[in-house]
């Protein structure tokens, strides 16, 4: 690289391109990545605030996509900022295996507080696969302490994704995640999904007569209620192109488990903390279930949390029921980290001070109006939305799918817009600090890429 030229930059330009023409982007194997692709045609971030990120060669990027559906309050705030560098000179670390500290008790206070009434006993953990993991082992652990320890079998649901661990891809739908890595954890099934229970460019949730849970039912009749110990879906399933549930599904869902006697688990990772305008998707459609996994907005993805939700009586049923001791035998070093708790406790704060759900709230009509502004847009077979959250379906190129949702995300990073791609679906979830002229800019260079876009 030219001397001079490297000086007259900014160091962390310098510093950027530097890492690239040294070839220490080699040793980092980056996670549902082409790294052979991203190795020669690296996009890097330097920094980011409120809403955009900038790159290492300054150029500057709209968040559509949260980050990676995580950074709810935006950018850089602050008081999280604090938080976390207060914390880090007074406790670094304290275990909370047979021991605690101050903070771990304060944020699981405050997120029970956040939860559907009776959801009000938190474990934490470091990520959402980790919280996925930990609620399909309450959900065994509550059945053989009640003396109903026959109850092993998990369902999921096709095109359910609930994180890349052994029992968080077993329960999910998604076949390459699954594919490569043979073992499965045993005695899981899979209801379908709900894409195409309702008509193509439906705003929110759609009406269908079709009794799209009475899946449940067959397993039931198939293997017998006493054999199954939980069912696990999440509410609008994001990570497989935005999946909405029709009106009445969910509800469906909970009268058959509670029927049955199954646990239902609500995956919240991605609609928890304001997403839809509501504390969590159980709030907002009315329906609560017995275990409820977060992460993400839980710390404004400023230290890696998770946590699950369990029921008072899910939680009583465990402990009161066990030998002297240890009541339940599974933990993370991380769970309850003191900076984590710090994070989670700040953003909670933001989220309340700045009022932020109710910004989401607000703005998820002209939201809806906006992306549904696409239909007729070249390559637009489907547009589909819930609060702050909108999968815009493509056409796939014959013989190449996903290969054209790929090539306007790379675009619109290169023109100043983060999108997320899923096959051939386009996913937006920006941060809820978003106003109207946000939304505007963003629809416009979509469509303003697919316009360009063979």
């Known amino acids: 690289m030219n001397e001079q030229f490297s000086h007259a930059m900014p160091n962390d330009m310098a510093e950027g391109l530097s890492l690239c023409e040294s070839g220490q982007l080699s040793n980092f194997w980056m996670p549902f990545t082409d790294n052979r692709y991203f190795k020669s045609n690296p996009r890097l971030f330097d920094r980011a605030q409120g809403m955009h990120y900038y790159t290492t060669d300054g150029a500057k990027v709209l968040d559509g996509t949260a980050g990676l559906w995580c950074v709810n309050a935006g950018h850089g705030q602050e008081l999280i900022t604090k938080a976390i560098q207060a914390q880090a000179a007074k406790l670094d670390f304290a275990p909370t295996f047979q021991l605690g500290h101050p903070l771990a008790f304060e944020l699981a206070q405050r997120l029970a507080a956040l939860m559907p009434?009776?959801?009000?006993?938190?474990?934490?953990?470091?990520?959402?696969?980790?919280?996925?993991?930990?609620?399909?082992?309450?959900?065994?652990?509550y059945h053989r302490a009640r003396g109903d320890g026959?109850?092993?079998?998990?369902?999921?649901?096709?095109?359910?994704?609930?994180?890349?661990?052994?029992?968080?891809?077993?329960?999910?739908?998604?076949?390459?995640?699954?594919?490569?890595?043979?073992?499965?954890?045993?005695?899981?099934?899979?209801?379908?999904?709900?894409?195409?229970?309702?008509?193509?460019?439906?705003?929110?949730?759609?009406?269908?007569?079709?009794?799209l849970a009475k899946e449940l039912e067959n397993l039931v009749a198939l293997h017998g209620a006493e054999q199954i110990a939980a069912v696990i879906v999440e509410?609008?399933?994001?990570?497989?192109?935005?999946?909405?549930?029709?009106?009445?599904?969910?509800?469906?869902?909970?009268a058959l488990?509670?029927?049955?006697?199954?646990?239902?688990?609500?995956?919240?990772?991605?609609?928890?903390?304001g997403r839809l305008g509501t504390g969590t998707a159980a709030e907002y459609f009315g329906v609560t279930p017995d275990i409820l996994t977060m992460a993400k907005g839980m710390t404004n993805g400023a230290v890696p949390m998770g946590a699950v939700a369990a029921?008072?009586?899910?939680?009583?049923?465990?402990?009161?029921?066990?030998?002297?001791?240890?009541?339940?035998?599974?933990?993370?070093?991380?769970?309850?980290?003191?900076?984590?708790?710090?994070?989670?406790?700040?953003?909670?704060d933001v989220y309340a001070e700045q009022r932020l759900f109710e910004n989401a709230a607000t703005l998820s009509s002209y939201w809806e109006a906006a992306v549904h502004g696409l239909?007729?847009?070249?390559?637009?077979?489907?547009?589909?939305?819930?609060?702050?959250?909108?999968?815009?379906?493509?056409?796939?190129?014959?013989?190449?799918?996903?290969?054209?949702?790929?090539?306007?995300?790379?675009?619109?990073?290169?023109?100043?817009l983060l999108i997320r791609v899923t096959a051939d679906i386009i996913a937006l979830s920006p941060p809820l600090i978003l106003n109207k002229g946000h939304i505007d800019e963003m629809i416009s260079k979509i469509a303003d890429v697919l316009g360009r876009t063979s």
């Open 117 to 141: 009434a009776g959801l009000d006993r938190i474990f934490f953990t470091n990520s959402g696969s980790e919280s996925v993991d930990t609620a399909l082992k309450i959900a065994l652990a």
């Open 150 to 211: 026959a109850r092993t079998r998990l369902i999921g649901r096709l095109r359910g994704y609930h994180g890349v661990n052994f029992g968080g891809m077993s329960v999910g739908g998604i076949g390459p995640n699954r594919r490569t890595f043979g073992a499965q954890v045993m005695g899981v099934d899979h209801i379908g999904h709900t894409h195409g229970s309702v008509p193509v460019f439906t705003q929110g949730q759609g009406d269908t007569n079709t009794d």
């Open 235 to 254: 509410p609008v399933a994001g990570s497989t192109g935005v999946l909405v549930p029709p009106r009445g599904y969910l509800e469906r869902l909970r």
């Open 257 to 273: 488990t509670k029927q049955n006697g199954i646990l239902l688990i609500f995956d919240e990772v991605i609609t928890a903390f």
């Open 311 to 348: 029921s008072r009586e899910v939680f009583d049923t465990i402990v009161d029921n066990a030998a002297p001791g240890i009541e339940f035998a599974h933990g993370y070093t991380y769970s309850g980290h003191p900076l984590a708790a710090a994070a989670g406790i700040a953003t909670l």
């Open 375 to 416: 239909k007729g847009h070249r390559h637009v077979t489907d547009v589909r939305n819930l609060g702050i959250i909108a999968g815009i379906e493509l056409e796939s190129r014959a013989g190449k799918p996903g290969a054209r949702a790929m090539e306007v995300f790379r675009t619109c990073y290169d023109e100043g």
